[in-house]
């Protein structure tokens, strides 16, 4: 639609104006709009500010729900919230319970985890060694790490 | 295999005269997988054939004993039908059957449930109260399938199944009971309100809406997380022998002060049997129910009626129970009119 002030541009607004229960719809494009200095426009800003506001504020709490998708299969929290079913292991981030887990523990799990963890813990003990220069020592835990990565391959 | 009665009807364990059965269940993910809702037909094809290599390996073997992996794509339907009525698949899975599998042990006593709503569901049945070896049993298989998979484990809630009612340790005890006097004084809704406050459930044995069918029923611990699985093991043991209590007490107290009317509808139910024609299930198996309480009361029969008999009605007198029992498929009316024969057959009625 044409603007109706103008007869140029493209109109991007509409404008509705009640008077007596008569209303007036107005159609016309931003630079007219910006020209206006009636009182309408006034009075529409005051309107529109605080829209913007909580359209911004919105915007920052859709950030936010953003960071609550599962990175693994993509459930929102808001899906969640919805179907309070787990799609992957990785929904578990959603779960907001006080009571916690008190029972069997996976045997192979807590291997892998254990080494995972002396992984870490020989490679940070690598780089102490490597920056020490101590190259001979760094040498046996490289030896030593590259053997526990073996291993937890191996296992999977 | 798939027609052979499962051994937890034997009436060989503790309490048989009440308790029928025990059940344990542990639900179980593979962490790498989506979970079975979110699977392509196709993964969970490959899981089940995954599954179907696993269970051949000697080192699986080991650890559980033989066992067979059915597709339940290539099933029959009455084979699926029976598979429910033995409780080893859910009516869930018998509606969905697409791409999902049950592995058997030989007695049928140890499956697995391949893509129902976990990957693995891990049940074990043991005839009588014996929730103690049916969480070893369990425990054994899921151990084994724990070299072959890693499973979804969160350091803080435990196993991780699509439902939240089902993490932590992903196990679920039921106890199959029978409790006719309990059902007839109506002692159940105390009962039921008291559980209830502890954290377990009674339900009609049938599912849903079947109370009072056979007066059969089943108690289950309702929470999974924060408690130990013996501890929850013992919680619910204890409730039953509570229940199978106040079931011997009411028996007692109905038989004193209605000796005579107790016999009659007792007796009745056996005449019911030995001369009808025509025979639902659910009258046959209240029938059933009304016997079984005799037996265990002393009152004698023609022929010499025992628990293992009567417990395989349970699953003998469902459609595809008895339908598999005469070897043909039928329609309900052929049902109706063949069932009475089945009842006569298997308690020796009439000789």
Known sequence: MICQICKKNEATICMVKMTNNKKDTVYICPTCASQMEDQLIGSINQLLNPMFETFFKAGNTLEIDNNQICPTCGQTKREWQESNTLNCKDCAQFIDSEVVHNGKIPKNNKEELYVINLIKEKESHLKILIAEEKYEEAAIIRDEIKDLKGVSIDDK | ?351
């Open chain 2, 1 to 351: 295999m798939i027609n052979k009665l499962p051994n937890w009807l034997n009436a060989k364990g503790n309490e048989s005269d009440i308790v029928i059965s025990s059940r344990v269940r542990l639900a179980r993910n593979v962490d790498n997988l989506l979970f079975p809702h979110r699977m392509t037909a196709e993964d969970k094809d490959k899981l089940i054939d995954s599954i179907g290599e696993t269970i051949s390996s000697s080192s699986f073997r080991k650890e559980t004993g033989e066992m067979k992996l059915l597709k339940l794509d290539e099933l029959s339907g009455l084979d699926r039908e029976f598979l429910l009525e033995k409780h080893l698949i859910s009516l869930n899975m018998l509606d969905n059957y697409h791409n999902r599998g049950i592995v058997l042990g030989l007695d049928e006593s140890i499956s697995i449930l391949i893509n129902e709503e976990d990957h693995f569901r891990i049940q074990s049945f043991f005839s009588g109260l014996n929730l103690k070896d049916a969480l070893v049993i369990a425990d054994r298989v899921d151990d084994a399938l724990e070299k072959f998979y890693s499973y979804a484990y969160h350091e803080k809630y435990g196993y991780l199944t699509s439902c939240p009612t089902n993490i932590g340790t992903g196990v679920r005890f039921s106890v199959m009971m029978h409790l006719p006097a309990l059902s007839m004084t109506g002692g159940l809704k105390d009962i039921q309100r008291s559980l209830k406050s502890d954290g377990f459930v009674i339900r009609g044995f049938f599912g849903e809406g079947s109370e009072g069918y056979g007066s059969l029923y089943q108690i289950s611990n309702q929470f999974t997380i924060g408690v130990k699985e013996d501890e929850i093991m013992l919680g619910l043991e204890k409730r039953i022998n509570e229940v199978i209590v106040k079931e011997k007490k009411s028996r007692e107290t109905l038989f004193k002060q209605k000796t005579y009317e107790m016999q009659d509808i007792i007796y009745r139910a056996y005449g019911n049997l030995k001369y009808s024609v025509l025979l639902t299930t659910k009258e046959g198996m209240n029938n059933v129910s009304l016997i079984r309480l005799g037996v265990e009361r002393g009152l004698t029969f023609d022929e010499h009626i025992d628990y293992k008999q009567l417990n395989s009605l349970i699953v003998l007198a469902q459609p595809a129970g008895l339908q598999s029992y005469f070897g043909k498929s039928m329609s309900p009316e052929e049902r109706e009119r063949h069932r009475p024969r089945l009842f006569k057959e298997i308690l020796k009625i009439g000789g």
